[in-house]
């Protein structure tokens, strides 16, 4: 059985939902940030970046939230959240997986936690904020113009994990304030309309404790 060490609301969030997906038995096992759970020694052990989230597949142990994805759906081909290894297809599920998380993902992290690069001086902060922020939305834009133009998912008709994947930034980018939302892309907004009033997700985010109302 699957465990995934988790947190509400953390990158621990798209795994949660295509576990849920692909309805696959699994546990869930909170590491509680409240008290750094996440810089324990037994968490370093799963995973030396004391960060959230981490899979265990028996004694098989995934770190990184886009690679828990890239797992599952290959664990679980039958369930159809990626396209088949060696097409075309294929090739732009991990061109858009990657750029969420090495792209989006970063960016929305730099706007989250500047301090992190700005060594705590406040004008390197507001700066290196501001920065993320123009890029978060840079990024946003390439998405919407991707989506209205090959729509209404990623990869067009089929609905994939990477769907998933930006559905837990754009809850990031609604918890925390961007400006402009993601949901001002009309786009964006069908799609998150799509993914939120599925039931998998619905439950994903109601056993994190959320409602799942606006959730993005
Ligand atoms: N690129 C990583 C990012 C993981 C990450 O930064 N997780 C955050 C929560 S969203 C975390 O664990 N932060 C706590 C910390 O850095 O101490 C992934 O997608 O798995």
Redesign the pocket.
Known sequence: MYTLYY?PS??SSAPHMLLEELGVPYQLVLVD?KVNA??SPEYLKLNPN????TLTDGPVVI????AILLYLVDKHPEKGFAPAVGTAERGHFYQWLVFL?NSL?EAM?NWFYPERLANNNEAAMASIKAGAQTRANMFFAVIEQHLVANGPFFLGKKLSAVDLYLTMICHWAHRRGLVPPPRSHQAISRLLDTIINRPAIKKAFTDEGLTTDNIA
């Open positions: 947190y953390n990158a940030r996440q810089k004391g960060r959230i989230p770190f990184e939230s886009a998380t993902q992290m």
